[in-house]
């Protein structure tokens, strides 16, 4: 059998990189090997990786020496950033920045961004509707992914521009999930108004991802996106229900409320829910769930997600 193309996967044991390094390694005859990178080679999810058949590399995105080395010999890289672990969308581009320099110095042969859309091309800084952040953004982690995405494209980095979406595992760690409002009955929060938001398990984009990758050239240089199902906050509501026997509301409040809730990224999710309720369309139709099926077969719906997981989601 001919040698397998590595693919250096940046974020190895978190959601996303994980996922992937999953898929490839379940795939024996795929034809791919995993390469997982991680700051700390000796931690647990990491010694997972490995005894599961991964090759663990050390590498930090804020070291684009670390990231030539962990791309060094690879055939692919799924590249990612972590705005939440930090917060700055100006560390954010120059993490993406130093990925795509590092991937055109190794001669990369396919990239997978994993970007978002820059939201200030529907809502422009002028734009009132909601406030201006870090005195230059309107969805902070959206819109420096975005800006970004021209550094690949400039360095002639063979890329796919990954679109993901909303992961439901925010309903467990994000502190989304329902909670108790004073009457006592359970509910979640959501500024959607009756809009549909594109969401799916995280466990799923790895697989998306492989899927890309394994039809080789075929999407270099375009934006592909991917989701589970597209729900409103009222059938996110209805499907909390089914799944645990007892009534679930959505509480609808506006994206000025959800602003103000005041743990850290509010303001920065209020406006990626108003962008989402606002540009519901061109949200969605960037996010097929038949395409995300093609590449996926085994991806989930909220419901069945929700079977496995619904006893990991905190209810008070
Ligand atoms: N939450 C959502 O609904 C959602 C939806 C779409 C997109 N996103 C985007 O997803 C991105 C995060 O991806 P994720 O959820 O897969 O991340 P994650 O689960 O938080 O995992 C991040 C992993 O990256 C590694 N990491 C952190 N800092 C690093 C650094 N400086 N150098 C190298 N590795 C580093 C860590 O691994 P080690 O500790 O092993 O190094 C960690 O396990 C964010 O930018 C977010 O905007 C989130």
Redesign the pocket.
Known sequence: MAEKKIIAV?????????GLVRAILNDPNGGFAARA????VH?P??KELAQLGADVVA?????IGSLKRAFAGAYGAYC??????HFSPEK?KA?ASDMARAAKETGIQHVIW?T?EDTRKWVPLSDNRMPTLQGKYKVA??DA?GEADHVFAELGVPTTFFL????W??FIY?GMGPRKGPDGKLGITLPMGDKKLP?MA?ED?GKCAYGIFKRGREFIGKRVGIAGEHLTGAQFAAAFTRALGREVRYNEVSPDAYRKFGFPGAEDLGNMFQVNRDFEQPFTRARSLSFSRELNPSLQTFDTWLMQNKDRIPLE
């Open positions: 940046v974020g190895a044991t978190g959601a996303q990189g994980s990178l991680t700051r700390d931690s999810k990491a590498a930090d995105v804020d070291d990612v950033t972590f705005f939440w672990a954010e993490q994993s978002l982690h959206f992914k993901t979406s909303f992961y595992e925010n994000f969401s995280s984009i």
